[in-house]
């Protein structure tokens, strides 16, 4: 199991992303993905997850309304579609698989290296 994170960088507060989690050395379609970030100092927290089953989301509160999570089990990948990007989201994101979706670090066995995200002006 291989989880590929891409598509960070450095964007102005306001600004959009979109991060990707490219899965390979298993089927996508039966694993449930989710995004983690961790900040400087910060304890790594569950942003959104995507489950296999049904294709259901979850969203930590504090991007809710701005960050969309999708999968496409066809090109092995999920994406991270952030908007309307804050400062506070600066943080190294990190993509996981396992077979239940969830936001605590405990559900997934299978990490991906992560990719920078910086919010500023």
């Known amino acids: 199991v291989q989880l590929q994170a891409s598509g960070g960088g450095l964007v102005q507060p306001g600004g959009s992303l979109r991060l990707s989690c490219a899965a390979s050395?298993?089927?996508?379609?039966?694993?449930?993905i989710g995004w983690f970030r961790q900040a400087p100092g910060k304890e790594r927290e569950g942003v959104s997850c995507?489950?296999?089953?049904?294709?259901?989301?979850y969203y930590t509160d504090s991007v809710k309304g701005r960050f969309t999570i999708s999968r496409d089990n066809a090109k092995g990948t999920v994406y991270l579609q952030m908007l309307s990007l804050k400062p506070e989201d600066t943080a190294v994101y990190y993509c996981?698989?396992?077979?239940?979706?969830?936001?605590?670090?405990?559900?997934?066995?299978?990490w991906g290296q992560g990719t920078q995200v910086t919010v500023s002006s």
């Open positions: 995507i489950s296999s089953s049904d294709g259901s989301t």
């Open positions: 996981a698989a396992d077979h239940w979706c969830g936001l605590d670090m405990s559900s997934y066995r299978y």
């Open positions: 050395g298993f089927t996508l379609d039966y694993y449930a």
